[in-house]
Nanobody, 124 residues
C-alpha cells in the first residue's frame, strides 16, 4: 500500500524550530520531486518548498525563503523540511507531496501523490 509517512509536526513557540520528515512507503514508481505544502482553513493549499530528486533543484515560497530549508537523504529516501524562526502565521496543516514529472512545478497541480498532512502550530 502506497503511503507517505509524515512526521515532525507539533506545537512550538514563536522563534522556534521544527523539522518535518516525509518518507514514501510501498511506492512502485519513481518520483522526480518532493515537496511540502501547507493549508490554512479558508485559504487553500499552497506550496512551501519543493526539491528535485535527481538534480536537487529547489523552490521556496517567499514566506519560506531564508527560514526554511528543504533537503533529501537519498539513502533513506526521506525528504526533510527544516523550519527555523517560526511565526504564528506558519501555523497550518503541512502536506508532503510527490511528483512523477520531469518538469515538475511546485504547485497543487504539479503533484501526483499527497500525504495525509500533519499539524504545525506556532503559538506562545
Amino acid at each position: 500500500q502506497e503511503q507517505l509517512v509524515e512526521s515532525g509536526g507539533g506545537l512550538v513557540q514563536p522563534g522556534g524550530s521544527l523539522r518535518l520528515s516525509c518518507k514514501p512507503s510501498g511506492f512502485t514508481w519513481n518520483y522526480n520531486a518532493a515537496g511540502w505544502f501547507r493549508e490554512v482553513p479558508g485559504r487553500g493549499r499552497v506550496g512551501v518548498s519543493c526539491i528535485g530528486v535527481t538534480d536537487d533543484k529547489t523552490y521556496y515560497s517567499n514566506s519560506a525563503k531564508g527560514r526554511f530549508t528543504i533537503s533529501r537523504d537519498n539513502a533513506s529516501n526521506t525528504t526533510y523540511l527544516q523550519m527555523n524562526d517560526l511565526k504564528p502565521e506558519d501555523t497550518a496543516v503541512y502536506y508532503c507531496a510527490l511528483s512523477n514529472s520531469k518538469y515538475w512545478i511546485c504547485d497543487n497541480y504539479g503533484m501526483d501523490y499527497w500525504g495525509k498532512g500533519i499539524q504545525v502550530t506556532v503559538s506562545s
